[in-house]
């Protein structure tokens, strides 16, 4: 069993930057992918990006270069740096695991974090 806990959003204005985290617990980030969804309101959940137990890293175009992924796996922690936000930012972000490499299909993660709010007015 895992246990991820997601931190660190809040409220931006837009331009702004948060950095969000994902903790595990009840075992490592090894030969798991780890993947960071968001939700808006009234839209389905959506893959921001994730990061593999290799170190690679995958993006959605509309976050390239402006949203960065990394790990600590000593910490067992995965980081989402957000720059330059924007309002359509705006979402309830999750941070959620699968075994072995990418994917952006939310139903192929078995476990998931309660999700962090990011507003991001403008």
């Known amino acids: 069993q895992v246990q991820l806990v997601e931190s660190g959003g809040g409220l931006v204005q837009a331009g702004g930057s948060l950095r969000l985290s994902c903790a595990a617990s009840?075992?490592?980030?090894?030969?798991?992918?780890v993947g960071w969804f968001r939700q808006a309101p009234g839209k389905e959940r959506e893959f921001v990006g994730g990061i593999s137990w290799r170190g690679g890293t995958y993006y959605i175009d509309p976050v390239k270069g402006r949203f960065t992924i990394s790990s600590d796996n000593a910490k067992n922690m995965v980081y989402l740096q957000m720059n330059s936000l924007k309002p359509e930012d705006t979402a309830v972000y999750y941070c959620?695991?699968?075994?072995?490499?990418?994917?952006?299909?939310?139903?192929?993660?078995?476990?998931w974090g309660q999700g962090t709010q990011v507003t991001v007015s403008s």
């Open positions: 009840g075992r490592t980030f090894s030969r798991s992918f």
């Open positions: 959620a695991t699968r075994m072995w490499d990418y994917s952006d299909n939310a139903s192929s993660y078995s476990y």
